[in-house]
């Protein structure tokens, strides 16, 4: 099973997008994907067009202890299962502070989740207890970065945020993807942030998703894009990315 945490300090560069779209085409592959969404404003459900009714309990009663994370796992699609972020996440991290050994709860409350392919993560744009748990619980990071120069300068951070946790907590996931969102061929912008990107990063940049409106409008009715606008730019590129996810092979220890 692969863990992968999809991870960035900026807020709209496509975290919770490619969390979805990547994890809708990898279950089209008929690979059995979990996504855990870790962010209290819970756009995973949003974006799956899960409702309210559908979940009696989320990320935040598995962290109170209330429930295991196996009883909350939401159906979403074929192959493709949830377990929701909530609201409550702002209170449940709280009281994580409390808790040993709290920078690796996940790896505690996580255990039983086995049944998978792949579990991908989605995490608030934040350096909270919540984003260092999932850097600690996965195996491999995935890094979108928008086409702005803030999106690239927070790419930079976060690199060096990740080699800090992974030196005080002895283990960390290894960032094995940058992927670089909203890329607009006609922007010069788009040019000099993906040159920069494959000249900080090298191999690790993937094909840039190009930006696509439809991406922005699938969430809002509560489907994939591959749902949505299945011969779209957005479908065709993360298409791609999802390809070139299980091309990749897995990562056998925690390295940053």
Do not use: W
């Not at 997008?17 to 870790?38: F, H, M, N, P, Y």
């Not at 993807?177 to 993937?206: A, C, H, W």
């Amino acid at each position: 099973m692969r863990k992968i945490a999809i991870v960035g300090f900026k807020g709209g560069i496509g975290k919770t997008t490619t969390c979805v779209s990547l994890g809708a085409a990898l279950a089209q592959e008929r690979k059995r994907v979990l996504l855990i969404d870790t962010d209290t404003q819970a756009n995973v459900s949003i974006s799956l067009g899960i409702r309210e009714e559908q979940i009696k309990n989320t990320l935040a009663e598995v962290l109170n202890h209330v429930v295991a994370a196996e009883d909350c796992i939401v159906s979403a699609r074929r192959n493709l299962h949830l377990l929701p972020g909530s609201l409550a996440l702002f209170k449940a991290q709280q009281r994580m502070v409390l808790e040993m050994a709290r920078e690796e709860i996940f790896n505690e409350l996580f255990a039983n989740l086995t049944n998978y392919d792949y579990q991908i993560l989605d995490c608030a744009p934040s350096a909270t207890l919540l984003t260092v748990n999932a850097i600690a619980y996965v195996d491999e990071v995935f890094i979108p970065v928008s086409m702005e120069m803030l999106a690239l300068a927070g790419a930079r951070q976060f690199m060096r945020y990740l080699r800090e946790i992974s030196r005080l907590l002895g283990s960390g996931g290894e960032i094995r993807l940058i992927v670089p969102t909203m890329y607009d061929r006609r922007r010069r912008v788009s040019k000099q942030i993906l040159d920069s990107l494959n000249k900080d990063f090298g191999d690790r940049v993937t094909p840039p998703i190009g930006v696509d409106t439809l991406l922005s409008e699938a969430p809002g009715v509560g489907k994939t894009i591959f749902e949505y606008a299945p011969r779209s730019r957005g479908a065709k590129d993360y298409k791609k990315l999802a390809n070139l996810v299980m091309e990749m092979p897995p990562v056998n220890s925690h390295t940053p």
